[in-house]
Every structure is written in structure tokens, then in C-alpha cells.
Nanobody, 124 residues
Framework: QVQLVESGGGLVQAGGSLRLSCAAS????????MAWFRQAPGKEREFVAA????????YYADSVKGRFTMSVDIAKNTIYLQMNSLKPEDSAVYYC?????????????????WGQGTRVTVSS
């Protein structure tokens, strides 16, 4: 059974940084695609970043490009989202997601597994 557990959220001032983690367990993820999404209050869940577990190109939403970096530590079975130069509009619950077929999408409905989310609040 695939389990994704996010951590690392919190309260930070605008311009600050946070690193989110997503601990993945229950399968070999070698052929999976992994992604980060976020959902602000009253808004739809939106794509943030995605890549294949084993490597390759990382794709980012335009709103986070140049500020966020997604990485994978295969040895620790953990995905990270390094968030720098945070803005109040980055405030949201951040979710880790996995697609077992290794296909990278920006649509929520394409992903098979989800974590419970971790909240990020950026104060101005």
C-alpha cells in the first residue's frame, strides 16, 4: 500500500524559505511520477512541480519557477520541495502525489496516490 506523508510546513515571513518533505513507502517508486500540488482556501488544487522518481526533467508551474526546487533522495525514499523567496500568495496546503505509471501531468485527477498535506502560511 502506497503511503505518502508530508511534513515541513509552517509559518514564515515573506521572503523566507521552507523545505517540505514527502516520505514515500509501500512500493518501489522507480517508475513512478511524483508531484507537488497546493490548495489555498476557497481555490482549486493546483500543480506546483513534478518529475519522475528516478530522474529526468522537473516541471514547474510558472508561478514558482525560479523560486521552488523539487528533488528526490532515493536512499531515503523522500521527495523534497525547497521553497525560497516565499510570497503570501504561496500560502496553501501542499500535497505530495504519485502516479504509478510514471506519467507527468499537471491535472489533479491523473494522480493515483496523495498525502494528507502540510500547511504553509506566508505572512506579509
Amino acid at each position: 500500500q502506497v503511503q505518502l506523508v508530508e511534513s515541513g510546513g509552517g509559518l514564515v515571513q515573506a521572503g523566507g524559505s521552507l523545505r517540505l518533505s514527502c516520505a514515500a513507502s509501500g512500493r518501489s517508486f522507480d517508475f513512478y511520477a511524483m508531484a507537488w500540488f497546493r490548495q489555498a482556501p476557497g481555490k482549486e488544487r493546483e500543480f506546483v512541480a513534478a518529475r519522475n522518481w528516478s530522474g529526468g526533467t522537473t516541471y514547474y508551474a510558472d508561478s514558482v519557477k525560479g523560486r521552488f526546487t523539487m528533488s528526490v533522495d532515493i536512499a531515503k525514499n523522500t521527495i523534497y520541495l525547497q521553497m525560497n523567496s516565499l510570497k503570501p500568495e504561496d500560502s496553501a496546503v501542499y500535497y505530495c502525489a504519485a502516479d504509478e505509471h510514471g506519467r507527468i501531468y499537471q491535472e489533479v485527477r491523473r494522480y493515483d496516490y496523495w498525502g494528507q498535506g502540510t500547511r504553509v502560511t506566508v505572512s506579509s
